[in-house]
């Protein structure tokens, strides 16, 4: 039995931490909510909310990973990569409809308004439990970027915004203990509200960009051209460079003009170096080359690269 690839590794790793999201997700959202029970706090109860979002988009990035890392089939020729932009878009669309229910919650606090027992041991298990999410969030961002995995960076974001609101909750229940108003509960829950709401229309936006295949950015541009001026000698120029991100995948073509005498072969041999070297640069590249004859090359053209 042959050993693993590269690829099938950086999957499972993936899909181990999708599985430890959904772990995290489950604690948290047990300690919040008991913090609500203990506090009768609607701003806590917000942070409890939440992370039952939480809980619901960590299992949808874990099947989103899952998805995006099948090979190519019959029906989907270039391979499943946009399924974690989809996951990414569910995910802000949930954080939407959590900033809805905290909002209803909150008006309902703000027309009859509650005072808050428990302080103490409401706030305590409400710091445990952020400062739990607050660990694994960083984590995810990190994991996500160095693996090119927007489900992940997008979970990610969304509990470093459950941590920050958290913060901002805890901050702002000291002061209602302080000053005994508890009107400033629901206003809180409010506020918490209104940042969930930009946050999730953030991640929906930028997943987006990503379904109507975005370019990939301007630091993996750099590193393609680089490839290409160390690697094409023997042609004459390249151009029409043109990129396109699909998850964990870069796909990547361009135009080779070569000698119009060059041989097939010796062509070949410049395009296979090419690939090599492009992938070896940018990793999840899929690289297609048009060679063309001396005859259509862009000499002074925008974006074309001298050989």
């Known amino acids: 039995m042959s050993a693993p690839s590269a690829n099938d590794r950086s999957n499972r790793t993936l899909q181990l931490i999708g599985a430890g999201s959904i772990a995290v997700a489950l604690a948290v959202m047990g300690l919040k909510y008991m913090a609500y029970l203990v506090t009768g706090s609607v701003a806590l109860y917000s942070d409890a909310l939440e992370s039952i979002v939480n809980l619901v988009t960590a299992i949808a990035a874990l099947i989103a990973i899952r998805v995006s890392s099948q090979p190519a089939d019959r029906q989907h020729q270039f391979g499943h990569h946009k399924a974690e932009y989809l996951s990414a878009v569910l995910e802000g669309a949930l954080i939407i409809v959590a900033a809805i229910l905290i909002m209803r919650e909150a008006y309902d606090a703000l027309v009859r308004p509650r005072a808050i027992e428990d302080f103490g041991l409401g706030m305590a298990v409400s710091l445990f439990a952020t400062a739990l999410n607050g660990g694994w969030s960083t984590f995810l961002i990190r994991q996500g970027r160095a693996r090119r995995s927007p489900a992940l960076v997008a979970d990610g974001w969304h509990l470093l915004t459950d941590v920050m609101t958290s913060v901002g ?55 393609i051209r680089d490839a290409i001026r160390q690697s094409g000698y023997g042609a004459l120029e390249a151009h029409d460079v043109r990129t396109r991100q699909a998850g964990r995948a870069t796909f990547i073509e361009f135009h080779l003009v070569v000698p119009g005498d060059m041989t097939v072969n010796a062509a070949h041999e410049i395009c296979d170096r090419l690939e090599a070297a492009i992938e070896a640069a940018i990793d999840g590249s899929e690289v297609v080359i048009h060679v063309e004859p001396e005859h259509k090359a862009k000499d002074h053209a925008r974006g074309t690269i001298p050989l």
């Open 169 to 223: 909750v805890l901050a702002g229940l000291v002061l209602v203990a302080v000053t005994g108003l508890y009107v400033l509960d629901p206003l809180l829950a409010l506020a918490v509200a209104a940042y969930i709401l930009w946050s999730g229309s953030k991640i929906v936006v930028s997943s987006m960009s990503g379904l109507l295949d975005e370019a990939a950015g301007s630091e993996i541009q750099t590193r």
